[in-house]
């Protein structure tokens, strides 16, 4: 499958659980609001300067802007998703103006402060696992040109419980994530897993943020 197919099938498959479950956490392939706003506090690991740009790869219905202004975060926020009923949704909850920006795509056509990429690499369908798992990569380098001062991103986790796990959904081995992490974009890499769900959280400071 080319990488055109694949992504229009990921996003027909978010356009479905947005016309189903609205702009909620189940809206964007979340179990419930308590597991979603804990998968964002995990990016504040990162992102501690208030006036700091920000990406956000597959934005879904901008969420994450909401959960970073209640946190006193004011600067600029370009959010991207692949499924342009997300970023309409998104432009309709939150407006645009000077401080933010909705746009329908994969890849940032600019650089920010930071770049976070939050459940992008969880639906791979139909797509064999090894062919996911090149993209993931490759989505991994996207989100390093994108932040100027570092990246974040989440997967899940080949440590939770077999029986648990969806035959359509990618988990990843995060020793092996973070291996690969560390010997690509240096040694400022945090593996974070120990926030109650099944997967894990990798935060990337780049040299120039230090």
Not at 5 to 11: N, Q
Not at 196 to 204: A, K, Q, S
Request: aromatic residues 10%; hydrophobic residues 40%; contains cysteine.
């Amino acid at each position: 499958m080319r990488q055109g197919e694949l992504l229009d099938t990921v996003a027909a498959y978010y356009a479905s659980k947005l016309e189903r479950f609205g702009p909620t956490a189940r809206g964007v392939d979340w179990n419930g609001e308590s597991s979603h706003e804990t998968r964002h506090r995990q990016f504040l690991r990162l992102i501690d300067d208030p006036d700091a740009s920000v990406v956000d790869v597959g934005c879904g219905f901008g969420d994450f802007l909401r959960f970073l202004r209640a946190q006193g975060h004011r600067g600029r926020f370009t959010g991207y998703d692949i499924a342009p009923e997300m970023i309409a949704e998104a432009a309709r909850l939150h407006g645009e103006g000077p401080d933010r920006r909705w746009v329908v795509g994969a890849e940032p056509d600019e650089a920010a402060d930071f770049a976070v990429a939050s459940g992008v690499f969880n639906v791979r369908g139909e797509v064999p696992d090894e062919a996911w798992a090149v993209y993931v990569r490759d989505m991994i380098d996207v989100l390093a040109r994108a932040g100027r001062g570092g990246f974040a991103f989440n997967l899940l986790s080949l440590s939770s419980d077999p029986e648990r796990r969806r035959p359509n959904l990618h988990y990843a081995d995060p020793a092996e994530t973070l291996r690969h992490c560390l010997s690509r974009f240096g040694r400022s890499v945090a593996l974070l897993q120990d926030y109650g769900l099944y997967e894990f959280t990798i935060i990337v400071r780049t040299p120039s943020a230090r």
